[in-house]
């Protein structure tokens, strides 16, 4: 298959991880899942977030993401410093809003966005506002948020050009976009 980023010719890295085969560009280096899996929410299912008996995934999420508050707050520093404020931020791939809950209470006004229905219901219980869905699936205004962050989210996403022009059109002019991605 073409990389989904630079559309150069990728060759098999993996065989079937979790079921997947995964590519890597020869070009980029970009490593991808071909085929992309049609239906993701039997992946991204209460099973991913509370259990991981299919061999990937979260024994429970939130516990399991109290190892990340130092590299998640090294993040929002990382935003704070070059904005010289907290404002707007949107967290594409929320999951159950650990990493927004931590943004809200340092001051940031937040929002996610989630593909799984179960983890953005949980988010949405403490009270935050995370969107089922991709961030094609919102209507948020232009300009409307300081920052955005994708965090192990970007190489999921099938046109991540597509993805990284929507979010464009929503940050303010001067905003940040903060993605972090595996290392593989």
């Known amino acids: 298959p073409a990389c989904r980023v630079c559309r150069q010719t990728a060759v098999r890295h993996y065989t079937k991880k979790n079921g997947f085969d995964l590519y890597q560009c020869q070009s980029c280096g970009l490593i991808f899942v071909w085929p992309l899996?049609?239906?993701?929410?039997?992946?991204?299912?209460?099973?991913?977030?509370?259990?991981?008996?299919?061999?990937?995934?979260?024994?429970?999420?939130?516990?399991d993401k109290q190892a990340m508050r130092g590299a998640f707050t090294k993040y929002l520093r990382k935003l704070e410093e070059p904005l010289g404020h907290r404002g707007?931020?949107?967290?594409?791939?929320?999951?159950?809003?650990?990493?927004?809950?931590?943004?809200?209470?340092?001051?940031?006004?937040?929002?996610?966005?989630?593909?799984?229905?179960?983890?953005?219901?949980?988010?949405?219980?403490?009270?935050?506002?995370?969107?089922?869905?991709?961030?094609?699936?919102?209507?948020f205004a232009p300009d409307s948020f300081d920052a955005v962050t994708m965090l192990d989210v970007i190489e999921h996403v099938?046109?991540?050009?597509?993805?990284?022009?929507?979010?464009?059109?929503?940050?303010?002019?001067?905003?940040?976009?903060?993605?972090?991605?595996?290392?593989?």
């Not at 899996?37 to 516990?63: H, L, S």
């Open 37 to 63: 899996p049609e239906v993701v929410d039997r992946i991204y299912d209460q099973e991913y977030f509370t259990g991981a008996k299919c061999g990937y995934g979260y024994a429970d999420y939130d516990v």
């Open 158 to 184: 099938p046109d991540p050009e597509g993805e990284l022009r929507l979010i464009h059109k929503i940050l303010k002019p001067g905003g940040l976009l903060l993605i972090n991605c595996p290392d593989a």
């Open 88 to 139: 707007f931020l949107l967290d594409i791939g929320a999951a159950t809003g650990f990493f927004i809950n931590m943004a809200n209470g340092r001051g940031w006004q937040v929002a996610g966005v989630e593909i799984s229905p179960f983890a953005a219901g949980k988010a949405r219980e403490k009270g935050l506002d995370v969107r089922t869905g991709t961030l094609a699936d919102t209507s």
